[in-house]
T-cell receptor, first 113, second 106 residues
Framework: DTGVSQNPRHKITKRGQNVTFRCDPISEHNRLYWYRQTLGQGPEFLTYFQNEAQLEKSRLLSDRFSAERPKGSFSTLEIQRTEQGDSAMYLC???????????FGQGTRLTVV | ELKVEQNPLFLSMQEGKNYTIYCNYSTTSDRLYWYRQDPGKSLESLFVLLSNGAVKQEGRLMASLDTKARLSTLHITAAVHDLSATYFCAVDAMRFGAGTRLTVKP
């Protein structure tokens, strides 16, 4: 068990480009969460999955953000037409069920130039 | 929409002193979590509280949950420099507060 893995760790992209991040959760965990965190702020909820079902997503994901978790294993988060305001750390976490703690990956730091 | 509020947002303490961080949330929930984040690092789980009246302790930190008041507290006893970090509470399906940035000074 290597914990939650996120790739890439860093991404620099030009404004207007699309980016995709990957999260590999702890293997037996059925819940997977995505967050965005900027300096000095708490993790901002984006979406979460139980197995392959996307159970909830923030209003932010109704536009340029989309997430998938095919087959209930790894997940991807795509941001289309990136803007400078998208620059942040994107965190993924996983847990077993709704009552256990979540384990976080090291995050993907996105810089939009 | 669930709201999670922490206070204070910033806390500077002297070593050896006691203090309490508060976490209020806006809807009924039977689960609350505390996490720690060191600068440049990801979040680390501290406590899982799953029922009214639950109390958990680890070292100099003690967390409690009052679901009727929709309030959790994180009490720090005899603070030491190593406790300097940002502490977050999370409620329900991992909705986080803004965090309390704790600095412990000698």
């Amino acid at each position: 068990d290597t914990g939650v893995s996120q790739n890439p760790r860093h991404k620099i992209t030009k404004r207007g480009q699309n980016v995709t991040f990957r999260c590999d959760p702890i293997s037996e965990h059925n819940r997977l969460y995505w967050y965005r965190q900027t300096l000095g702020q708490g993790p901002e909820f984006l979406t979460y999955f139980q197995n392959e079902a996307q159970l909830e997503k923030s209003r932010l994901l109704s536009d340029r953000f989309s997430a998938e978790r095919p087959k209930g294993s790894f997940s991807t988060l795509e941001i289309q037409r990136t803007e400078q305001g998208d620059s942040a750390m994107y965190l993924c976490a996983s847990s077993w069920g709704q009552f256990s703690e979540a384990f976080f990956g090291q995050g993907t730091r996105l810089t939009v130039v | 929409e669930l709201k999670v509020e922490q206070n204070p947002l910033f806390l500077s303490m002297q070593e050896g002193k006691n203090y309490t961080i508060y976490c209020n949330y806006s809807t009924t929930s039977d689960r609350l979590y505390w996490y720690r984040q060191d600068p440049g690092k990801s979040l680390e789980s501290l406590f899982v509280l799953l029922s009214n009246g639950a109390v958990k302790q680890e070292g100099r930190l003690m967390a409690s949950l009052d679901t009727k008041a929709r309030l959790s507290t994180l009490h720090i006893t005899a603070a030491v420099h190593d406790l300097s970090a940002t502490y977050f509470c999370a409620v329900d399906a991992m909705r986080f507060g803004a965090g309390t940035r704790l600095t412990v000074k000698p």
